[in-house]
């Protein structure tokens, strides 16, 4: 099945925003663990599943503002009809 134009262009947009969603989820987790910040560093390093405590916060902050920013997307779409 072909999608059309318009339907390529709105999957487009919605990646788009998608990555920069996720993109900004690892940024602000990434600072978060170089910072230290409620000693979520000090958690992952001196655990015995330090692996899986950085892999579940990172995934949570993935979805969170991959969804985020897709729907910060869809949101804009928005025209005023008055």
Same mark, same amino acid.
């Given at each position: 099945?072909?999608?059309? #134009?318009?339907?390529?262009? @709105?999957?487009?947009? %919605? @990646? #788009?925003?998608?990555?920069? $969603? *996720?993109?900004?989820? %690892?940024?602000?987790?990434?600072?978060?663990? *170089?910072?230290?910040?409620a000693? +979520?560093r000090? +958690?992952?390093?001196?655990?015995?599943?330090?692996?899986?405590? %950085?892999?579940?916060?990172?995934?949570? %902050?993935?979805?969170?503002?991959?969804?985020?920013?897709? $729907?910060?997307?869809?949101?804009?779409? @928005?025209?005023?009809?008055?």
């Amino acid at each position: 099945m072909k999608l059309q #134009r318009h339907e390529r262009a @709105a999957l487009g947009f %919605l @990646a #788009r925003h998608l990555v920069v $969603g *996720i993109v900004g989820g %690892l940024l602000f987790g990434g600072l978060m663990i *170089i910072f230290d910040i409620a000693h +979520l560093r000090t +958690l992952a390093t001196e655990s015995n599943d330090g692996i899986l405590t %950085l892999v579940l916060f990172f995934f949570g %902050l993935i979805i969170t503002f991959g969804s985020v920013g897709m $729907g910060v997307g869809i949101m804009s779409q @928005a025209q005023d009809e008055n």
